[in-house]
């Protein structure tokens, strides 16, 4: 089993910035990537970025590209989300998720099989 908390949310102006955190814990051995996803009321999760866990390899939303980036310290064993130039459309809960076993689909919420409980993000105009 993997445990993850995530960190770092709250309320910011349009062009401000945030850092989340995803601090995971247990059997990290057994995790292939991480990604962020989000969920606005009333609409579906989405997909926001993803890292392998050993290597360089990230893959980001269009709508996000230049704005978030993604990384990692594994000796923390805690991935971080960058937000720059924050908009309001950016507004949800963020959910940092692990994948074991890449199956295609890295897009899709069901690719992932441990999530955090989700940290709220807010972006005023």
């Known amino acids: 089993q993997v445990q993850l908390v995530e960190s770092g949310g709250g309320l910011v102006q349009a062009g401000g910035s945030l850092r989340l955190s995803c601090a995971a814990s247990?059997?990290?051995?057994?995790?292939?990537?991480m990604a962020w996803f989000r969920q606005a009321p009333g609409k579906e999760r989405e997909f926001v970025a993803r890292i392998r866990w050993t290597s360089s390899g990230t893959l980001y939303a269009d709508s996000v590209k230049g704005r978030f980036t993604v990384s990692r310290d594994n000796a923390k064993n805690t991935m971080y989300l960058q937000m720059n130039s924050l908009k309001p459309e950016d507004t949800a809960a963020y959910y940092c998720a692990a994948d074991r076993n890449y199956q295609g689909n890295y897009q899709w919420p069901r690719e992932y099989d441990y999530w955090g409980q989700g940290t709220q993000v807010t972006v005023s105009s």
């Open positions: 247990g059997r990290t051995v057994s995790i292939y990537a």
